[in-house]
């Protein structure tokens, strides 16, 4: 059978399966953040349909379609995964999980981790079992990441490890940490760093959230005092941590350039005509408004194109080490871009709030809180940095 058939019977399989399986509830339009399910052992479904889906999905590995059976993925190869998204996308259907596991740590587990730590942690995070952060920023290290002060002393059979780390997102709701430490001071900065792996509940770990503009925040900080941290969970070698690091960035990056092609439930014409009328042609009745929005839909869709071709290049390991920077950087842009248009077409009604009719000041909310996207994961300025160095390589001055 040609590979093309071979596809096609995998998309029929899919959309089938998709069509039975994907409650009607788990088709509508996301709301807000809160839609998103992230698992963890203290998961709260929003519904029976949201717990449901994701049972369904993980129990036939597609939560995480690409990763290989043994570790609670679907072993499904690069063409049929993206058939998969494909179909998912063509009934709406929304992702079953969202998870830094999934996104960040699952990839370098899968390059990095032993055999052991791969069965241990994958699995878990396929099922939405638990929830992780990201040990990364620090007070005084932020785009110098290298720079980190927190550290890990060597005890024998284990670690002891003491410091502090900042927008740590979700750090109260999460049930692991993957953090880097410093376990050689007298070693150059980039090669003292270690990658480890700990219980957000070990004795010795404590978070204090931080509040943003927005009124709302995913961030903390988060302290270490004297935590056990055993061997077992050092990922890569000991002062091999920056490797691991700069690995998991870029999907770290890539993942977050991603919020540049997430659709709003409505098209923003549509939205904005809603709220300020149509003219005599039936357009949006505010030509300065209708060619903002035509040039921003234009560079979405050329984002998305982008972002496909990335994903195709990346799966057939060709892409370009540095070009999730470009992604990211891109991504945020855009994003940013995107709420300001909301916030010029539903005019006064968008400074509402409170109150069940804007749903709780949603897109005031999501307006101020776009302006983090350009320094989470690395500020604006360094995917910059990065794209003229590694990618147009510029002399540098």
């Not at 070698?237 to 409505?266: C, F, Q």
Request: overall charge neutral.
């Amino acid at each position: 059978m040609s590979e093309t058939r071979t596809l096609e019977d995998f998309r029929a399989e899919a959309r089938a399966w998709l069509e039975a399986h994907c409650p009607p509830e788990m088709r509508e339009p996301m709301r807000s953040e809160d839609d998103y399910c992230w698992g963890g052992r203290r998961a709260r479904f929003q519904s029976e349909a949201q717990r449901l889906w994701l049972q369904r999905m993980a129990e036939r590995g597609w939560t995480v379609p690409a990763w290989p059976r043994a570790y609670g993925g679907g072993g499904l190869g690069p063409a049929e995964a993206q058939v998969l998204q494909q179909e998912m996308r063509r009934l709406n259907c929304r992702p079953p999980l969202a998870s830094f596991g999934i996104w960040m740590l699952g990839p370098a587990l899968l390059k990095f981790g032993t055999e052991a730590q791969k069965r241990e942690h994958l699995p878990p995070i396929a099922r939405g079992e638990i929830r992780w952060c990201q040990g990364y920023s620090e007070p005084n290290a932020g785009s110098d990441l290298a720079s980190l002060a927190t550290r890990a002393e060597d005890r024998g059979d284990h670690y002891l490890v003491n410091g502090q780390k900042i927008w740590t997102s979700y750090a109260d709701l999460a049930d692991w940490i993957f953090c880097l430490v410093r376990t050689d001071s007298a070693a150059k900065k980039h090669t003292g760093i270690s990658f480890v792996l700990f219980d957000m509940a070990s004795p010795g770990v404590s978070t204090k959230p931080i509040t943003l503009i927005s009124g709302k925040s995913p961030f903390c900080e988060t302290f270490f005092d004297d935590v056990r941290v055993e061997k077992k969970n050092l990922v890569g070698t000991p002062g091999g941590g920056w490797d691991v690091a700069k690995y998991l960035l870029t999907h770290e990056r890539a993942m977050i350039g991603a919020i540049g092609e997430r659709a709003e439930s409505r098209p923003l014409g549509a939205m904005a005509a809603a709220h300020i009328g149509r003219d005599a042609l039936g357009r949006l009745d505010d030509p300065v408004l209708r060619a903002r929005i035509a040039a921003f839909e234009v560079d979405e869709a050329a984002f998305r194109a982008l972002m496909q071709r990335f994903g195709e290049l990346a799966r057939a390991q060709q892409a370009h080490g540095a070009f999730s920077s470009a992604l990211k950087y891109y991504g945020a842009e855009l994003n940013k871009r995107r709420q300001e248009l909301v916030m010029a077409a539903l005019g006064s009604d968008a400074l509402e709030w409170e109150g069940a009719r804007s749903n709780d000041g949603a897109a005031a909310r999501a307006w101020l809180r776009s302006k983090a996207n350009s320094i989470e994961g690395g500020t604006s300025e360094v995917q910059l940095n990065v794209v003229a160095k590694r990618i147009l390589e510029l002399p540098e001055s």
